[in-house]
């Protein structure tokens, strides 16, 4: 807009008293032809030059319009826009650690992951599932070594320890090597295996 303003008011700039830039043209162009053109008064500034940009435009009509503000109103905007400020830091930082031992949490979890790759039942991963798992065994009703936590550390919770229900023998006890783990999880395919393929079947 200020340039397109610019380039009608150029050769008029000069009807205006306030226009140092130019001796004024008034007399020569006349009252009414300078009349026409009063809008273009807008595009100058307090100093006599020029408006350049939409941004000195906008402060020279509109910001004098602005109610003044006092020094305690300001300081009062300055407080609250800090705690505000400070209030999102702080949100902005929890969720931050929050989602950080959410990843930890992930990454711990998965250790206990072994899908039906048999291969992947290792000692190594029995203890470590052992480390992550040991304190939510209890949100699990076949789990007889303790009385059952679900109530108090709520559902979600013990939702997420989902994986570490393998660590529970049929008695209720706990697995603690990976023989047992294997033969808890895959010893049910190999007997159905040699069901079939045993003495007495048909090859």
């Known amino acids: 807009m200020v340039t397109k303003c ?16 130019q001796g004024s043209c008034r007399a020569t162009v006349g009252e009414d032809e300078c009349e026409l053109y ?11 030059g020029e408006v350049k940009t939409f941004i000195e435009l906008d402060l020279k009509e509109f910001d004098s319009d602005r109610p003044e503000i006092s020094t305690s109103e300001q300081m009062i905007e300055k407080d609250v826009f800090d705690a505000v400020s400070l209030e999102s830091l702080i949100i902005c930082v929890i969720a931050a650690i929050q989602f950080i ?9 998965l250790q206990c992951y072994f899908g039906n790759d048999e291969s992947r039942v290792t000692q190594e991963l029995v203890t470590k599932c052992h480390n992550v798992c040991r304190s939510r065994l209890c949100c699990f009703d076949s789990f007889k070594l303790e009385s059952s936590c ?25 697995v603690k090597t990976f023989i047992e783990l294997d ?10 295996s040699n069901s079939v393929s045993g003495p007495g079947s048909n090859n």
């Open 6 to 21: 610019h380039n009608v008011c150029r050769s008029r700039l000069c009807c205006f008293d306030s226009y140092k830039l």
């Open 183 to 192: 033969l808890k999880e895959f010893d049910d395919d190999t007997s159905n």
């Open 38 to 48: 009063s809008l273009c008064e807008q595009l100058i500034n307090e100093n006599g």
């Open 101 to 109: 031992h959410l990843l930890d949490f992930c990454s711990s979890i």
């Open 150 to 174: 679900r109530a108090t550390v709520g559902e979600d919770e013990c939702e997420l320890y989902s994986l570490c229900e393998q660590l529970i023998t049929a008695d209720g006890d706990v």
